[in-house]
């Protein structure tokens, strides 16, 4: 008896032995720690319904948590610096352009071989390292320019034609800004100051000039001066933006990209300067806008420059992704299956079609978005494509707030022209400096 219930003791031990064993392995295998997960630091706003809802499908596909956060407009740069620092840090994020590179290069995990990046038609929109590795890839790419309300341009008595370079666009604004009244709205929507608008310019209309400059030069590569040839076309563009509208003077300092936004979508502006991102806003009904895609339009921002007449849209990418390589191997690993799968899938491709446009990888979907058949028409025409040459500011972020405090003591308080081309070109060399050592 005692050596059976010595034998069955044993027994039961080397069950229970095997049984923790194997739960063990099965957790290993199965558990959400060996799985990994996903976070991704999303910077547009915009999108950030589109990724929730693309994050939940894929959690529920794979098991695999995919959080997703969104950044406040503006907020990104000090948001990520912030989140990298945490034990839980992004293991997904933006790396837009080559300044963002310098920042944030030593966060990224090399990209080169990787499924997601063998999904790719393309290698024009990635980015490199000093040590030439692809550090953040471009998903999308997008246009900018200005949105054309065509249907209140016609109840003014002018159809697109009308506008071929910046003399006819002051043209048409200056007329339609003086019979507003009659009219029941005016040219252009806001050009708010306020953080979340004044980005449109200090970075996107900042291009303009930037892009004929380096032209001109034959720059090639992120230069540690400018000059500033071209600010008087800057400043065309932008005096009429804060003339021709509804939103003048001290109200600019708080008018907000969702009320310029708003002003267009209502129909109470015929001119608002924005990208193809705003497509699915403008025709969507999450807003209420709800504006018929026929109605829409997008030609250059004409500044005034010789030749403009046969310039394109605005062209390029800051839509980059890149991985944290200091976060947990399972957790890169889930980010970029999740990157493939988003690129691969239908929900992904629909999802980056309808929100982002072009996409440069073999599944992508044709968007239904008119501004990029407005850049297509461009191009097939012969038109020159605007590169985004703002792409080369250094210090991002410091160097376009001196821009916009200069420009907000000009359009507000009286001040100088003078400063805002201090700003421009003295703010950039400081700014390349601090950032070069």
């Known amino acids: 008896m005692k050596k059976f219930l010595a034998l069955a003791l044993a027994l039961v031990l080397a069950l229970s032995l095997a049984a923790c064993g194997k739960k063990a392995d099965d957790n290993k295998g199965d558990g959400d720690e060996a799985k990994g997960s996903v976070y991704y630091l999303n910077f547009k706003p915009e999108a950030d319904k589109a990724w929730q809802d693309l994050a939940k499908t894929y959690t529920e596909k794979t098991g695999v948590e995919v959080k997703v956060v969104t950044a406040a407009s503006g907020q990104y740069d000090t948001m990520l610096t912030s ?16 300044g963002a590179v310098n920042s944030y290069g030593d966060f990224c995990y090399p990209l080169d071989n990787t499924d997601v990046m063998k999904e790719m038609t393309t290698q024009d929109f990635n980015l490199k390292n000093a040590n030439g590795e692809t550090v953040s890839i471009g998903y999308c790419y997008e246009a900018f320019g200005i949105i054309v309300n065509k249907a209140l341009l016609k109840q003014a008595g002018y159809e697109l034609s009308d506008i071929t370079n910046f003399e006819t666009l002051k043209k048409v604004a200056d007329d339609i800004h003086s019979r507003a009244a009659e009219l029941g709205f005016d040219a252009f929507s806001s050009a708010g100051l306020e953080d979340s608008s004044s980005w449109r310019f200090s970075g996107h209309l900042a291009n303009m000039p930037l892009f004929y400059e380096f032209r001109d030069d034959n720059v090639t590569a992120q230069p540690a001066t400018i000059k500033g040839t071209y600010l008087d076309n800057f400043k065309n563009v932008w005096d009429l933006y804060t003339t021709d509208s509804a939103t003048t003077g001290a109200a600019l300092t ?8 708003a002003e267009f979508g209502q129909g109470k502006a015929v001119f608002y300067q924005n ?56 957790d890169i690993q889930a980010t970029l299956d999740f990157m493939k799968w988003v690129v691969t899938s239908d929900e992904g491709t629909t999802m980056l079609a309808e929100q982002f446009g072009p996409c440069p990888f073999k599944n992508a979907k044709t968007p239904e978005n008119v501004f990029f058949a407005d850049a297509n028409a461009y191009t097939t025409a012969g038109n020159y494509i605007v590169t985004w040459d703002f792409n080369w500011t250094p210090a991002v972020n410091d160097w376009r707030a001196g821009v916009v405090d200069a420009l907000t003591q000009y359009t507000v308080n009286g001040g100088s022209w003078d400063d805002v081309k201090t700003a421009f070109v003295d703010g950039w060399a400081t700014q390349y400096a601090k950032e070069n050592g």
């Open 83 to 98: 989140e990298l620092d945490k034990s839980a840090p992004p293991t997904m994020f933006q790396v837009g352009n080559q």
């Open 254 to 261: 708080t008018a907000t990209g969702d009320a310029s936004e």
């Open 275 to 330: 990208g193809s991102w705003e497509f699915a806003n403008l025709t969507g009904e999450e807003k209420g806008f709800k504006m018929n895609p026929e109605d829409l339009a997008m030609i250059p921002i004409y500044c005034g420059v010789e030749g403009e007449e046969k310039s394109g849209l605005c062209c390029g990418t800051e839509n980059c992704w890149a991985v944290n390589k200091n976060a947990k191997e399972e």
